[in-house]
């Protein structure tokens, strides 16, 4: 999947944002959506999800800077598991 970042190798320097340990994490990366991702790095489980998205995703400071995000009423969510852009 290309939003996870594999764990391969020790000594790459990549750790979670929110916890500072290492594994196997997702990237906040909009792909072709606005806004742009931070390409911070997180634990599936810190920021409170069960399963990596199926689509594009962006933490949730991301999401805070398009108000218009926050202002959705269907499914989607915002908050500390941030936001998943919905698959077209």
């Known amino acids: ?17 929110l916890c500072k340990d290492g594994g196997d994490m997702i990237v906040c990366d909009s792909g072709d959506h606005e806004p742009s991702g931070c390409g911070r790095n997180f634990h599936v489980s810190c920021i409170d999800r069960l399963q990596v998205p199926d689509g594009d995703w962006i933490c949730s400071d991301c999401a805070k800077t398009k108000p218009d995000l926050l202002e959705k009423t269907d499914d989607t969510i915002v908050g500390n598991q941030g936001y998943e852009f919905p698959i077209d």
Not at 1 to 17: K, L, M, P, S
């Open 1 to 17: 999947d290309d939003f996870i970042v594999e764990d391969d190798d020790d000594d790459d320097g990549e750790i979670c944002c």
